[in-house]
Structures are given as structure tokens and as C-alpha cells.
């Protein structure tokens, strides 16, 4: 199945998001599973300020990181990131789960630049 991690850290050292980043894709790796590629977006403003770890945060480094693995395995990859105390917030999306659906997509993960939702409705395809 594919999935897409994506994570916000703890603003500050990029070695720090690097080592998350790599510590994700070593366990993916280890169980048998497929790394298709890593996005840095950078750091950004969170939506709201947001607590965690006894600590508040008002920006965060995202990155995101497509993936394909076993269910058990992502769930594993999201109990190792809830434990650390560099992250922010993450969640895992499903892409897909049979061949067909996820056979054309890319490792990287653009940003959508459409500034009405009707542009990236038109620009999308059906």
C-alpha cells in the first residue's frame, strides 16, 4: 500500500529534521518496505499556535515522505514518531492500495500553487 507521511518538527536545526526523516525511512526499509521519495516544504507558520511536549509552537518544518509498505508497518512508523519529542504534528495518509492506482505517482510531492478551489478543479483530472 502507499502511503504519505507528513510531518511537522520542531523549527530550529535541519539535522534534526534530517535524522526524523532518516529514521522513518530506515524503518520502512527494515520491514521490507519501499521509500519513493522526500519533499522539504520548509518552515512555515502552524494554523494556530499548538502545544506539545510542554512546549508552544507557532512555526514548524514540514516535510513529507511517500512511502510504500504493510499497514503494520506505518502503524509502527507512527508510534516511533509519536514518541519523539522533536515533532510537532504528523499524520499518514492511504494513496492507495492496488497497482493501478498508484503506479503513476511520484516520489515528490509538489505544492498545489492554484489560488481559487476552482483552478485546481479545472487543472485536475477527472
Do not use: C
Request: aromatic share 8%; glycine share 10%; hydrophobic share 35%.
Amino acid at each position: 500500500m502507499l502511503y504519505e507521511l507528513i510531518a511537522i518538527v520542531r523549527p530550529g536545526s535541519l539535522s534534526e529534521v534530517r535524522e526524523i526523516a532518516r529514521n522513518a525511512g530506515a524503518q520502512v526499509i527494515r520491514s521490507g518496505g519501499v521509500v519513493r521519495g522526500y519533499t522539504n516544504w520548509g518552515t512555515f507558520r502552524l494554523p494556530k499556535v499548538t502545544t506539545k511536549h510542554q512546549a508552544r509552537y507557532s512555526e514548524g518544518h514540514h516535510f513529507i515522505m511517500r512511502f510504500d509498505s504493510s499497514g503494520p508497518v506505518q502503524a509502527s512508523v507512527r508510534r516511533t514518531l509519536g514518541l519523539d519529542p522533536r515533532m510537532i504534528n504528523f499524520s499518514v495518509v492511504k494513496l492507495g492500495d492496488k497497482l493501478a492506482e498508484v503506479k503513476d505517482v511520484e516520489g515528490k510531492a509538489g505544492w498545489n500553487n492554484a489560488r481559487h478551489i476552482s483552478d485546481s478543479i479545472s487543472s485536475s483530472q477527472f
